[in-house]
């Protein structure tokens, strides 16, 4: 049976570039959490990307407030305002009704 060299004298070729390095550098690569038994130079290794593990996991983001309480100012909350730099006018709209101030 035959002797494997030891690491400081042992040398590999990158998978990816084919570049010759010392073996106890290259790095085998990881896809979608998997081994692709690809050894690789550290110029070449990419980590494994997390976007790769999308859906995987299940993170509940609620948006729903439960016993949500109407604002105190409800009047004043559905009035829009706005300032029209052309004409230097300030619209302000209030339940349907429009008011036109002039500046």
Known sequence: MAD????????????????RYPLRELKQEVVNLNMTNLLVCPECWDPDNPQSQLGRYHFGD?????????PL????????????PVRGMEVIVSLGVAFLSIS
């Open 4 to 19: 494997y060299a030891a690491g400081k004298r042992a040398f590999g070729f990158c998978d990816r570039c084919g570049f």
């Open 62 to 70: 609620p948006q729903a407030l439960r016993n949500p309480r109407p």
């Open 73 to 84: 100012g409800l009047v004043e909350s559905r009035s829009l305002a706005g300032f029209d």
